[in-house]
């Protein structure tokens, strides 16, 4: 694998002029090489098994691989077709399911209009035969033949006009009928139309996660570890869409279990643990809709203080929020973007990232997400999306005059609930289900939609939507509950790229538009509104400048010196500079500065005994100080950690903004 980098490298770099780094390199590359082929170095099985992403060439001397007989197709009996192409297919077979929907409306119409017609037929017939009746007595007794001949001919009209309606009903019935058997052919050809289209686009996981063995390999060999990445059940097959927004979240999770997960093995042998530590992905398929992939390791856990303190110091909760959190609801903080246990930020993990980007992008398919901690034993990430992405079943809502559609897989039940069922629980409306207290909210609080004037009246018995999910679970009060149904996901576009409580719409078959409600934020609305709210930075008083933050900027070279100056200028820092460690010391006790961005090999005074200074300093302890410097070993940034530095950013790999949001996050 490294000689195919290397290979690789030197490929992209034809014309340019060769370095003595590139050069010795590949010379001690040639030399292991010319040890392996003399039987001093044996390559791996996983070597001589997995294939790089990329490669496409069998070497010399090797067989080339070869598909079992089950996966060999005829050249006659295969066709290849643009994705975008079955996208666009794809496609407007789902929107056949609006077409769907409408005929389903129109039947339910008529069926009302059946309904309506044979109620009124009813009325007539009654009020006819009590008219005769009435008119048989008052000719009987008044004697009045003529009035009695009049009346009688009134009536037979009536009864035409009856027989006539009678005839339009069973025709309207025979119409009925007849759109009733359309509405289900209809329905038949879509949904096997669409289950067709939608099997050309499954892919098998393993699409996804040929990367992930090179990954853990090359980030372990990084990190100084021992990790086996084990992969079960990669055969089975998702709609591509969602294996497309699975994969950062993946390569998050699959990154901080390697850099802050697993212990290093003379750790893992000091808690009698075997020194190699293990990722497993383990990919299941639950019912016929939905797939489930647990991301597990074995390594320390999640430290439940140490979230506590993050999170305070993320400024997410105070200190006294903090300590009243139970371990469960403390768990739920690493979801919170800028928490994280790692002591120090790096270009591998330590931003807080990983599992917040996981989560939004799991509950934007339509998924859950689940977290096992066990302390001294490892973490288990469970993710649960559905097999395919544009359509699911979805139960319609009225709160007021406004329609909702809330996903049928996120509902855990649909109840009545009276009025003096609804107690009060520690400050909050709640009602009791399976021996449980329940939070009670009304649905069209939380999305802020007002109910009209005339409907504000208590009502003696509401209908309750109950959620629950990661532990959290709350009953959502609505006007009415209208029907089950399976819908279209419309996206919101890129102006609504994210709306709080919204993941979606759709058009029912009334041809009206209605959201889709994302249950994950009605319960954080719910349930954690003051977790949900982001530190802010303090408000100038009225007519006061707000004060610029400043920088100590510490480089001896002249260039990056200014190039980083003007890069901490133009993002709004007051920048103090100092060409080395003793410079930087001096400047900082007779400036106030709010945090420091260092290199690390300088004359006098190196970053890390600048680093070490600061901190051994009781004014200075809890200064932000960032290091950005070209030494990237794993012995380097380990010393990174030692000195107490917040992160290590690799000059090889800088990216301005970058160095911006880690700078954000630490001050």
């Known amino acids: 694998y490294r000689a195919v980098d290397s290979l690789q490298t030197l490929l992209e770099s034809v014309g340019a002029e060769s370095r003595p780094l590139e050069q010795r390199a590949v010379s001690e ?9 003399k039987g001093t ?5 996983q070597a001589a098994e997995t294939t790089p992403e990329g490669e496409g060439l069998t070497p010399p001397g090797e067989k080339a691989v070869s598909f079992p007989a089950a996966a060999q197709v005829a050249l006659g009996e295969t066709v290849r077709v643009a994705t975008t192409r079955l996208d666009s297919l794809l496609l407007q077979s789902e929107e056949m399911l609006s077409a769907r929907l409408a005929a389903s409306q129109r039947e339910a119409e008529l069926r009302d209009v059946r309904t309506s017609l044979n109620d009124w037929k009813r009325a007539w017939f009654s009020e006819v035969t009590r008219l005769r009746q009435q008119l048989a007595r008052n000719t009987q007794e008044a004697g009045q033949r003529r009035e009695g001949e009049t009346t009688e001919a009134a009536l037979n009209l009536l009864d035409q006009n009856y027989d006539r309606v009678r ?3 069973s025709r309207l019935v025979e119409l009925s009928n007849l759109m009733s058997q359309d509405e289900r052919s209809l329905g038949r050809m879509v949904d096997v139309l669409l289950e067709d289209a939608r099997s050309v686009l499954l892919c098998p996981f393993s699409t996804l996660l040929q990367g992930f063995p090179r990954l853990v390999r090359d980030l372990s060999a990084d990190t100084g570890k021992d990790i086996e990445l084990a992969i079960e059940g990669q055969g089975i097959e998702i709609d591509r869409r969602v294996l497309e927004q699975l994969k950062d979240p993946l390569i998050h999770v699959v990154r901080n279990c390697i850099d802050h997960g697993i212990e290093k093995p003379e750790e893992r042998k000091a808690r009698d643990k075997l020194p190699e530590g293990t990722i497993t992905i383990a990919i299941s398929q639950i019912g016929a809709r939905n797939v489930q992939i647990l991301i597990s390791d074995d390594g320390s856990g999640i430290d439940i203080g140490r979230m506590r303190s ?19 609801d403390a768990l739920s903080l690493a979801y919170y973007p800028g928490v994280s246990t790692s002591r120090i930020i790096t270009e591998i993990s330590g931003q807080g990232l990983g599992l917040a980007i996981a989560r939004e992008n799991v509950e934007g398919l339509g998924g859950t997400v689940s977290l096992e901690n066990r302390p001294g034993s490892g973490v288990t990430l469970g993710i649960v999306v559905p097999i395919t992405l544009a359509t699911f079943r979805g139960i319609v809502v009225r709160f007021g ?4 559609v809330i996903p049928t897989a996120s509902t855990e039940q649909v109840l009545r609930v009276k009025a003096e069922d609804i107690k009060t629980v520690e400050n909050r ?3 009791e289900i399976d021996g449980r207290a329940v939070s009670v909210v009304r649905l069209g609080d939380v999305l802020e939609v007002a109910r009209p004037a005339d409907t504000n009246e208590a009502r003696d018995v509401a209908q309750a939507v109950v959620f629950s999910s990661n532990g959290a679970r709350v009953a959502f009060l609505v006007d009415e509950v209208i029907e089950e149904c399976e819908v279209l996901v419309k996206p919101l576009g890129t102006q609504l790229s994210r709306v709080r409580n919204v993941s979606g719409a759709t058009i029912l078959g009334t041809g009206e538009v209605v959201p889709i409600l994302n249950v994950s934020d009605l319960l954080k609305s719910a349930t954690l509104p003051s977790m949900g709210a982001t530190a802010r930075p303090p408000v100038a008083a009225p007519g006061e400048e707000p004060r610029k933050q400043t920088a100590l900027l510490v480089e ?3 260039t ?5 100056k003007n890069i901490l200028e133009s993002a709004g820092y007051t920048v103090v500079t100092a060409v080395d460690g003793m410079d930087a010391f001096t400047r900082l006790r007779e400036t106030e500065c709010d945090f420091v961005v260092s290199d690390v090999a300088m004359p006098r005074m190196d970053g890390f005994e600048l680093t070490k200074k600061i901190r051994g300093d009781e004014k200075f302890a809890d200064l932000p100080v960032v290091l950005v410097t070209a030494l990237e070993s794993r012995e380097e940034r380990e010393r990174g950690v030692d000195v107490g530095a917040d992160a290590y950013i690799i000059k090889r790999s800088f990216d301005q903004s970058n160095l911006l949001e880690v700078i954000r996050r630490l001050t």
């Open 41 to 45: 170095v044996g390559p791996t099985p």
């Open 560 to 564: 990056a010196r200014t190039l980083l």
């Open 310 to 328: 993050a999170a305070v110091k993320a400024g997410i909760l105070s200190q006294e929020e903090a300590d009243a959190l139970s371990d469960e």
């Open 556 to 558: 001896d070279s002249i």
């Open 29 to 37: 590359l040639v030399r292991d090489l010319e040890n392996a082929s």
């Open 429 to 431: 409306e709640a009602i």
């Open 167 to 169: 005839l339009l009903e």
């Open 401 to 404: 005059e406004s329609m909702f």
